[in-house]
């Protein structure tokens, strides 16, 4: 069999954000550079994951704005949701995303291989095309081959009804009513998402208490706001078997000594990741906790093999692989970068909104740091009462040196909101650089201005 050959400086497996971006970055710097990747451009979050939830999202926000409607004066009435629209919306917000980001690469000059990548050395690897094998000889690589949804070893997981994150964003009718197993940033979104659509979701989550990486208040906050909106939980609760019945799905769980068994119409899967690592089988490169390890210039055991994104582990968030993408590139190509992970803000798209960046209090504390907390409820902000988003609030968190360190925001625009205290942690700015900033007003930014002031004990419309 016949084998084409393609010489690269540069070899970037992998074409999701942490590796459309390390070819860009590439490129910029003057290498030649070859992107492989096996399906679509843009990887999970633009085509299964950020994107298109974040466009059925909107949809859900506007059934949410639309039943409110009347305490704004203005009397509207809902007849129906076309989910298949939606879906046709969003299919065509990820095709134009899609295709904006081929011509971009195309534009750089930067060479796509379509195909399934192998590492087959620390030099070469080979690429199963729909034309044939070819084989990429490179002096440096950087893998960034991302992760898929990780299915839990439940007895009837596999049966008809049971879906992951991807299938999810695919369903053309809503069902009646959903149980979602995993009460993490996934199945919290979805969630937000299916509930305002009309569907009667219930989440069941092992642990006693969601978003177990988020600071605790946040986080308990946030269950007591979807409680009341209608969304049921089921905390400290083992999913032990899926069944199937003549009414749909039966999802036995256990409680403590309890056992307790919900009916459903479908089921979602939404416990997390599983970092994909095949392609790198016949490498002997250095594998830890499931996750390739790498050093702070992102290379990994084997010199000139870098890798960046999901892959590595840690946070699982687009912007972050964009960071280290960037930064395998640029050390590729001789620099000396690093991402700091003190400032990585994370976003939930629920209503309303969870943003944070660096330490969480507890996180904090256990490190030993003695910590000062700031915080400003939304119910005492202007801007947050006249669009009724009055829910949530700000926390922010300082060391002695009143150093902000840490960031917390469960609101309206939190997504929005949290670069503000990113760049507060970037610039290691004390609270009283933002408590004497000027802030717009009537503005939702104005809790900052006031948390930050809170902390300093001088804040101006906290009672």
Known sequence: ???????????????????YVAAIRAKQLGAEVVLIEEKELGGVCLNKGCIPTKALLRTSEIVADIKKSKE??????????????????????????????GQLLKAQGIKVVKGKGTVLSNNKLSVE???????????????????APFLPPIKGIELEGVITSNQAL???????SLVIIGGGVIGLEFAAMFHSAGVKVTIMELQ??????????????????????????KLAATVTEIQKTDEGLEVSYTVGE????????????????????????????????????????METSLRGVYAAGDVVGGKLLAHLAFMEGKTAAE??????????????????????????????????????ISVKVGRFS??????????????????????????????????????EMISELTLAITLKAKASDLADMIHPHPSLSEAIWEACGDLLGRAIHKL
Not at 1 to 19: E, F, K, Q, R, W
Not at 75 to 91: C, G, Y
């Open 258 to 297: 309890k056992t307790e068994v919900s009916t459903c119409e479908k089921v979602l899967a939404a416990v997390g990741r599983k970092l994909n690592l095949g392609a790198f089988e016949d490498l002997s490169l250095k594998i830890e906790k499931g996750k390739v390890s790498v050093d702070e210039h």
């Open 129 to 147: 095309t729909a034309e044939g094998l070819v084989e990429v000889h490179y002096d440096k690589l950087i893998s960034t081959t991302g992760a």
């Open 1 to 19: 069999m016949d084998i084409d050959a393609i010489s690269t400086y540069v070899c970037v497996l992998g074409g999701g954000p942490a590796g």
């Open 331 to 368: 050390n590729a190509l001789g620099y000396h970068s690093r991402v700091n992970y003190n400032a990585v803000p994370a976003c939930i798209y629920t209503n309303p909104e969870v943003a944070s960046v660096g330490m969480t209090e507890e996180e904090a504390k256990e490190a030993g």
């Open 72 to 101: 704004f004066g203005i009397d509207s009435e809902l007849k129906s949701i076309n989910w298949h629209a939606a879906t046709d919306r969003k299919n065509r917000v990820v095709k134009t995303l899609n295709s904006g980001l």
């Open 208 to 233: 006693d208490r969601i978003l177990p990486s988020e600071d605790s208040e946040i986080a308990a906050e946030l269950l007591k706001i979807m409680k009341r909106q209608g969304v049921g939980f």
């Open 378 to 415: 939304f119910r005492h902000n202007g801007r947050a009462l006249t669009l009724g988003e009055r829910e949530g609030f700000v926390k922010v968190i300082a060391d002695q040196d009143n150093t902000i360190i840490g960031g917390h925001i469960l609101g309206a625009n939190a997504s």
């Open 170 to 176: 695919s369903i053309q009718t809503l069902p009646r």
